[in-house]
DNA sequence: CAGTACGCCTGGTAGC
DNA sequence: TGCTACCAGGCGTACT
């Protein structure tokens, strides 16, 4: 499932692969994945268009065409595109294809349908609903120690599903979630508003650096995600807790244990990661 | 406003 | 074997 660095492979993929191309013409094969567009609307309004290049903001792929035109691109959770020889015969779940005019396609593929295009004048992209009230880049400049423990006292959610709430900070999903708990040995159930100024202060590193180094691994492959040249990532290789119910932390050896919190599977260790404060 | 439950979708798999 | 039931989870929406 594509959480930020996912989505930045993808980015980098796509601004090798198709930064520059033109669009001939496109087929929109499931409409129901267009926000703000008919069908009829978004070949009209892009065809001819220039790709430029590919920005990112949070999950949000922000594809720029010329004419001062964005693709808002959200892939949810099995969102792919892949760049295929003109004529190659669409697979069973590609819902776009844009015809290139150099004799390729850039295909959207997405099993589960989940994702979603919107196309919007380029600097409007913050009034498409997600990207509103979208949290700070987790990055050492953009997601500061402050914000965080301003944010944290206010919230009594258990932080697991505070951390996937994208209005707070952007980019994690379900399984960096789980790992950077682990990784700062906090249980997922702890009130946000529980966490010490040097757990958030270990959390905010740990989050920052797992990112980094996902993206550096081209991302994690846990069901159908691939890049931009269909290749799979190489992250899930080092993966900590997430997917590894029963089996022994790699701290402390205790099996890891699998619950449900706000209707997400959540892995974390028993032992290193507390219910109880400090 | 903050917090929570559900719907959207399909493929894979556990269980009978 | 073949069927059903359920799980995977990002995000918008509806609701408390």
């Known amino acids: 499932m594509p959480e930020l660095p996912e989505v930045e492979t993808v980015r980098r993929g796509l601004n090798e692969l198709v930064g520059g191309s033109e669009i001939k013409t496109i087929e929109v094969l499931y409409p129901k994945m267009l926000n703000n567009l008919t069908a009829d609307q978004f070949i009209a309004t892009l065809s001819g268009r220039t790709i430029e290049k590919v920005d990112r903001r949070g999950k949000y792929l922000l594809i720029r065409l010329s004419g001062d035109l964005t693709i808002v691109s959200h892939l949810r959770m099995e969102g792919n595109y892949d760049v295929v020889p003109e004529g190659t015969t669409p697979h069973k779940h590609t819902h776009?294809?844009?015809h290139?005019?150099?004799?390729?396609?850039l295909r959207y593929n997405d099993t589960r349908k989940f994702g979603r295009m919107a196309v919007v004048n380029t600097g409007d992209e913050y009034t498409v609903s997600g990207l509103k009230t979208i949290g700070p880049e987790p990055t050492e400049k953009t997601l500061k120690l402050e914000y965080m423990e301003q944010i944290?006292?206010?919230?009594?959610?258990?932080?697991?599903?505070?951390?996937?709430?994208?209005s707070k900070i952007a980019g994690l999903g379900n399984i960096y979630a789980d790992e950077v708990l682990w990784m700062s040995k906090i249980h997922p159930e702890r009130p946000a508003n529980s966490l010490t100024?040097?757990?958030l202060k270990e959390l905010r590193s740990n989050i920052i650096l797992e990112l980094q180094k996902a993206i550096a691994g081209h991302g994690t492959t846990v069901h159908?995600?691939?890049?931009?040249?269909g290749e799979a990532g190489s992250f899930q290789n080092q993966l900590n807790v997430y997917g590894r119910e029963g089996?022994?932390?790699?701290?402390c050896g205790t099996p890891i244990v699998k619950i449900k919190l706000a209707q997400r599977g959540t892995h974390f260790c028993p032992n290193c990661q507390v219910l109880t404060e400090e």
């Open 96 to 98: 776009i294809i844009f």
């Open 152 to 166: 944290f006292a206010k919230s009594k959610k258990a932080v697991k599903p505070f951390l996937l709430d994208q």
């Open 100 to 105: 290139l005019t150099d004799g390729r396609e």
């Open 247 to 251: 089996e022994p932390c790699l701290r």
């Open 224 to 229: 159908s995600y691939s890049n931009a040249y």
């Open 197 to 199: 100024i040097a757990e």
